[in-house]
């Protein structure tokens, strides 16, 4: 039986994107954004509307195909009507143009999706702040390719999700080719100065202000190294390049998007203090972002897969990954035994149990597979679904057939039972 999407009133099932176009003006000042978004779908199943994911920014007009159309925009949805029905398989374009003053959506779990900082912008919008920015099918399990063309004041610096494909004047051009879900597409606008931490095995290209420069490049020293160690345990780093931006403001926690993380200045403070964040972030390109959880009640595939990967690093820097967890452990142990890891509640997907005890999961399942087995299973995930979907019982599934001995009940117990098992 299939299970109801934890957030079934985002996105729609009836239509996945190829493509984003979105093309955008925005000023810092004023905090105003005028966009025209033209947007690439193809029809799953038959269609007399299509409904977006869209927040409270004006729309000015609509295109489909091409042709002025009939719509309504309310209750963070845009229903468009194309004046006939879409057979299955077929492909449409709806253009959307619309302005406003940008501001982040309202949920469980805050404000999220485009922020005005004191100088400048920035977009985190896990999980479903994409729509307070453009209109999209806000759901984690349909990917697309992305363009995206910002112009701002000439001042401003633009980093947005992808490869730099131009810059010219106040304009600035990026491509992002590889499937990606909307929640992982990301603007960032300020007044940053450029820094590159290595060209191989792919560019790590950084956006930093002026006066966090000299404390970055210590902060972020080891990210080179951290990449080749991951990319050794996990398998090829899945997208062309990986960019850092530290924003010039404090951030409550660092934010991932598609082959790009951002950091809040209180992240950087010159004895590497958050290093561990680092690690974490970097993870996400494998866990979360290349594979991404289906649906979010899976999100342990995310957050528990990069916690895990912190203590790995700190396993590859010569301390005892499993002294980080049995102080995991230990600490889970005092904290009520009421969050099932399957299957967490949406109000608790990003509980901190949840990271924890994802990460002494793996822990348990390396230890009863041996190592090799092990990362042979991790390398083989992430290839055989990369830049695509996931599911907790298609991990079980992998692990199964890569381990000697029956994994299955102890994935159930850490999986499926609240209380916390022994380690």
């Not at 919008?125 to 112009?151: E, L």
């Not at 934010?255 to 403070?269: L, P």
Request: glycine residues 8%.
């Amino acid at each position: 039986m299939r299970q109801q999407s934890y957030l079934d009133a985002h996105g729609d099932d009836g239509y996945s994107v190829l493509r984003y176009d979105l093309h955008l003006d925005y000023r810092p000042g004023a905090n105003r954004l005028g966009g025209r978004a033209v947007i690439t779908a193809v029809a799953r199943s038959a269609l007399n509307s299509v409904s977006l994911d869209f927040g409270p920014l004006r729309v000015d007009r609509i295109l489909f195909d091409g042709k002025a159309v009939r719509y309504a925009h309310r209750l963070g949805k845009l229903r468009v009507r194309p004046g006939r029905v879409l057979a299955v398989g077929e492909e449409f374009t709806v253009e959307v143009r619309y302005a406003g003053v940008p501001r982040p959506n309202r949920g469980h779990w805050g404000e999220i999706g485009w922020t005005q900082l004191s100088d400048g912008a920035l977009v985190a919008s896990q999980p479903t702040g994409a729509s307070s920015w453009f209109p999209c099918n806000d759901r984690p399990a349909d990917k697309a390719a992305y363009r995206i063309s910002v112009t701002t004041a000439p001042s401003y610096t633009v980093i947005a999700s992808g490869t730099l494909v131009s810059h010219t004047g106040s304009t600035w051009v990026y491509e992002q080719p590889e499937p990606t879900s909307p929640y992982l597409v990301s603007v960032q606008i300020g007044r940053y100065v450029s820094a590159e931490l290595a060209k191989a095995p792919v560019r790590q290209p950084a956006a930093v202000p002026a006066r966090l420069l000299r404390a970055f490049r210590n902060d972020f020293a080891n990210q080179p190294r951290m990449l080749k160690e991951f990319s050794r345990l996990f398998g090829p780093y899945p997208f062309t390049e990986y960019g850092v931006v530290v924003v010039d403001e404090e951030l409550d926690v660092p934010v991932e998007a598609q082959a790009m993380s951002i950091f809040g200045s209180n992240h950087v403070d010159g004895r590497r203090g958050s290093e561990r964040l680092v690690a974490h972030e970097l993870a996400h390109q494998w866990f979360g972002n290349s594979v991404t959880a289906s649906d979010w009640r899976h999100i342990w595939l995310h957050e528990g897969f990069a916690t895990y990967a912190e203590w790995l690093w700190a396993e590859a820097d010569g301390r005892s990954c499993h002294a980080l967890a049995q102080r995991s452990h230990a600490k889970l142990s005092l904290l009520p035994q009421d969050l099932t890891l399957s299957a967490p509640g949406v109000r608790r997907i990003f509980d901190d149990r949840v990271y924890e005890r994802g990460a002494l999961t793996l822990h348990a399942l390396r230890m009863a597979m041996g190592d090799g087995a092990f990362f042979r299973l991790l390398r083989e995930w992430t290839t055989a679904h990369r830049h695509s979907t996931a599911t907790t019982p298609d991990f079980v599934s992998l692990a199964e057939a890569h381990s000697a001995v029956d994994v299955r009940p102890l994935l159930g117990v850490w999986l499926d039972e609240a209380p916390l098992p022994p380690l």
